[in-house]
């Protein structure tokens, strides 16, 4: 036989099983907790029981565990002061699509060296997760990859589908299965049916081939997910979150017999990729939803401990502390303001309609 399979795969590793990773890091009772109330707090809020202003807020990506904690212990301690106005979850994103090249994440590369070590990067995930949710704080991330919810998804209370993959139809079939609200942003260039179409599609049931927690190949039957709903991040030429764009985005949603909910992502487009100019964005919508426009839901805020990025450098002991290794993002100090400035303008709108 000539050969015809496999020509260029360098190896082929067997990976952890679901199962066995969740064996070795168990969910513990506070994470199970703040999971299951997280959820049903955010279903409450997208239905319009909860009127709390939702912000999911945190790391673009997160590439060092040590300082993701310190982020979330501050963000814990800041989540008491405002819980009364804004329910917060924290973005812990480990999977990150690339345009061309470039660190596709902690799961992908755990070492940022090119080194690839998918166990490790897994288990640091899960890891990272545990601890954060016992705290108490709910969490966030983008699924890419298929495969990982399964390995994570336990201690996750608000799943992404990101701008380069809303359009596929894999992720919409995996989005009706997830056991969380899913949020799917418009596509990069701006368009938004590919969103509208895609919360229509994860709210039906599916029929798809994955894993189970042996990490066998399996048929995955699901119900489909009634908590989808639209995540406005701009475009290639402008950004949407102005008035007429959450109109535009209420006006198709309706169209489509899907429910008027939207989260505005206050960087990417929108922000033009400049963290100060995030503010301007969230006084915007929070602004818009002030004056009654119910249907946005929330926003979404990159915001690492100290601002802007840095390039992944050769010698890793360059790499600074608390800084993004991927968009540019907040520092600590500009979001806490924020979102303290945020919770007295929540707090004096209704004390002045009471």
Request: proline content about 5%; overall charge negative.
């Amino acid at each position: 036989m000539l050969p015809i399979q496999d020509l260029r795969v360098r190896s082929v590793e067997r990976l952890v099983s679901p199962r066995a990773l969740k064996e070795s890091l168990p969910l513990t009772e506070a994470a199970n907790q703040t999971v299951y109330q997280s959820r049903s707090t955010l279903q409450r809020i997208f239905s319009g029981e909860d009127q709390r202003f939702l912000v999911i807020v945190g790391p673009c990506s997160i590439h060092d565990p040590v300082s993701a904690l310190e982020y979330a212990q501050r963000l814990r301690l800041l989540q008491e002061d405002l819980q009364g106005e804004i329910f917060l979850v924290m973005r812990a994103y480990f999977e990150k699509p690339r345009t061309t090249l470039g660190w596709k994440g902690l799961i992908n590369d755990p070492f940022l060296d090119g080194s690839c070590n998918i166990q490790e990067g897994v288990r640091l995930a899960r890891q990272l997760l545990l601890q954060i949710n016992e705290m108490g704080l709910p969490t966030a991330s983008e699924f890419l990859d298929a495969i990982t919810p399964q390995y994570i998804d336990d201690l996750v209370s608000w799943a992404a589908i990101g701008a380069r993959t809303t359009e596929s139809q894999l992720h919409r079939e995996m989005a009706s299965g997830l056991s969380m609200p899913v949020g799917f942003k418009n596509g990069t260039d701006g368009s938004l049916q590919i969103a509208v179409d895609a919360l229509g599609a994860a709210l039906q049931p599916h029929s798809f081939v994955g894993i189970d927690q042996e990490g066998f190949t399996s048929v995955i039957r699901t119900s489909g997910n009634p908590w989808g709903h639209v995540v406005l991040r701009g475009g290639h030429k402008r950004s949407n979150y102005d008035p007429e764009s959450i109109q535009e985005a209420c006006i198709r949603l309706l169209k489509a017999g899907l429910p008027q909910r939207v989260v505005v992502d206050c960087s990417h487009a929108n922000s033009a990729k400049r963290p100060a100019v995030q503010e301007t964005v969230l006084a915007s919508i929070l602004d818009q939803r002030l004056r009654g426009t119910a249907a946005i839901i929330g926003a979404m805020l990159e915001s690492s401990l100290y601002e802007g990025s840095q390039k992944i450098p050769e010698d890793l002991a360059q790499l600074r502390y608390g800084i993004s290794v991927t968009d540019p993002c907040m520092g600590w100090e500009a979001t806490e303001k924020v979102l303290r400035q945020s919770s007295r303008r929540i707090q004096e709108a209704f004390s002045a309609g009471a």
